[in-house]
């Protein structure tokens, strides 16, 4: 048989079938009309893709089998991805009540600390590190912006994160 033939061929089948699987697929899966198209239109594509579509003796019977076992995959696949879906958010609740009050007081204690910390350093340090932890900037960036050298910003930041280590240290 020709290509053209083939192509006919198969393309007959289809418009002949495609509204009937999608109707089955619907009602016996329970999936919605769209995942049903899309789902009976794989079934045809591996109808196409196989070696000698022709051969096949009964298509109908074909389509109907490929397109309620890529349903079923489709439905397996996703409670796997509801499953875990669930377990994330299940694990995301666990971590919210694990942040109770107890954790919100420390805290807000330590951001205390760490700002009484900032305001009582040198001006120029409290200056680098903001620029460092807040704004995101490199030290090359930093150096550049302010005139003084990476090596001295370095320092500088070095120093301030070791004042706010200190404070919190001491407060524990």
Not at 143 to 157: D, N, P, Y
Request: aromatic fraction near 6%.
């Amino acid at each position: 048989m020709s290509t053209d033939n083939k192509e006919d061929y198969v393309r007959d089948i289809y418009l002949q079938h495609r509204e009937e699987l999608c109707r089955y697929i619907v009602n016996k899966c329970g999936v919605k009309s769209s995942e049903a198209e899309d789902i009976v239109h794989s079934a045809f594509a591996r109808f196409v893709g196989m070696e000698s579509p022709l051969s096949v003796e009964n298509p109908r019977a074909f389509l109907y089998t490929t397109s309620y076992n890529i349903a079923i995959d489709l439905k397996r696949h996703n409670q796997v991805q509801n499953r875990y879906t669930q377990s994330v958010v299940d694990n995301d609740a666990e971590i919210i009540e694990a942040v109770g009050p107890e954790r919100e007081v420390e805290g807000k204690q330590r951001l205390g600390i760490i700002s009484r910390a900032l305001w009582g350093m040198p001006q120029k340090r409290r200056q680098l590190l903001m620029m460092s932890r807040f704004d995101g900037l490199s030290y090359a960036e930093i150096a550049r912006q302010v005139g003084l050298s990476e090596t001295v910003v370095r320092k500088h930041i070095s120093n301030a994160l070791a004042d706010c280590h200190k404070a919190l240290q001491a407060q524990s």
